[in-house]
C-alpha cells in the first residue's frame, strides 16, 4: 500500500514490529515520507531501498499527489 506518507507491505511473517491484520496477515511499515523522498526503515529489504526503487515510488507518489490521494 502506497500513500503520500508510507509504504506498507502485507506479509505473513509475524515479527515485533508487525501489526495484524488478519489471521497469519500482517502489516509492515516499510518506508516513510521525509524530507521529500521515502526514507528506509532499519528492517527495510535491500530492494525496497535502492535508489532505482525510491525514485519511482517517489514518481508515484507525485501522481497519487496530483490526483487528490
Known amino acids: 500500500l502506497l500513500t ?3 509504504l ?3 506479509t505473513t ?3 515485533s514490529h508487525r501489526i495484524a491484520l ?3 496477515i500482517y502489516a509492515e511499515l516499510t518506508l516513510i515520507y521525509h524530507d521529500r523522498s521515502y ?3 532499519p ?3 535491500a530492494d525496497y531501498k535502492s535508489p532505482k526503487t525510491i525514485m519511482l515510488l517517489n514518481s ?3 501522481t497519487l499527489k496530483q490526483n487528490g490521494n
Do not use: C, I, M
Request: positive net charge.
Open 60 to 62: 508515484w507518489r507525485s
Open 43 to 45: 528492517w527495510t529489504y
Open 4 to 6: 503520500l506518507g508510507n
Open 13 to 15: 511473517k509475524n515479527r
Open 22 to 24: 488478519d489471521v497469519g
Open 8 to 10: 506498507v507491505l502485507a
Open 39 to 41: 526514507r528506509a526503515l
